[in-house]
């Protein structure tokens, strides 16, 4: 069974930090908590795992080995049968790491769930904000720290900082890329990774609309 869970923001500009109106955003949490632990470690898991890029070619892979590089008797020499043995230099490996593929399946609707848990949990480290885009016509890194530090937020200390607006602009990208612990993301893109690294989270006021229309189907 779900519940349906009102959040209030105040709205905060970002040009005076004076607080404008509210703004309520509705989240559908599950009433179980145990299951809402296990959807959100489902979903940090499915985006943890990653698909194994190493690769070695064993000893039927590698190239060249069709004729016995000497005889086998009468050499002195070690007996050998194949110039492609483990044992010879450029031969192929023993139970080295073999490419595949992973994957974890999980439903939409489950990342969904795990994504508004999340945010209904950070809702006291969250800041909504009003023209945080349209403030930034060119890039401007000196902006967005002035910006941050209106908010009370360092980006000199490891105090992860997530940003999240309607649209990715190339402006804001240009303006946020060079600063360590801030990371920019679009309403439509949210990932778990990075609303659970972020302990301050600054999302513009469109933003907050496509969140409240898209992680609430």
Known sequence: MNIKKKLTYS??????????????????????????????????????????????????QVSGGGKKP????????????????????GGGVIFGPQKRKCSKKINKKEKQLALRIIIENKFKDTIVTENFVERIEKP??????????????DTNIKNNILIIVSKKTHNLHLSTRNLKHVELLAANHLNVISLLKANQIIIDKDALDIINKIYNE
């Open 70 to 89: 000497w005889k086998q008797k009468g050499t002195g020499k070690a007996r050998a049968g194949s110039n492609r043995s483990p044992l010879w230099r």
């Open 11 to 60: 709205i905060i500009s970002s040009q005076d930090k004076t607080e404008q109106n509210t703004k309520e955003i509705t989240l559908n949490l599950s009433k179980q908590d145990k299951n809402n632990i296990y959807i959100l470690h489902r979903a940090l898991t499915q985006q943890l795992i990653r698909d194994r890029n190493a690769n070695t070619k064993t000893r039927s």
């Open 140 to 153: 401007n890194t000196k902006l967005i720290v002035n910006t941050l530090k209106q908010y009370k937020l």
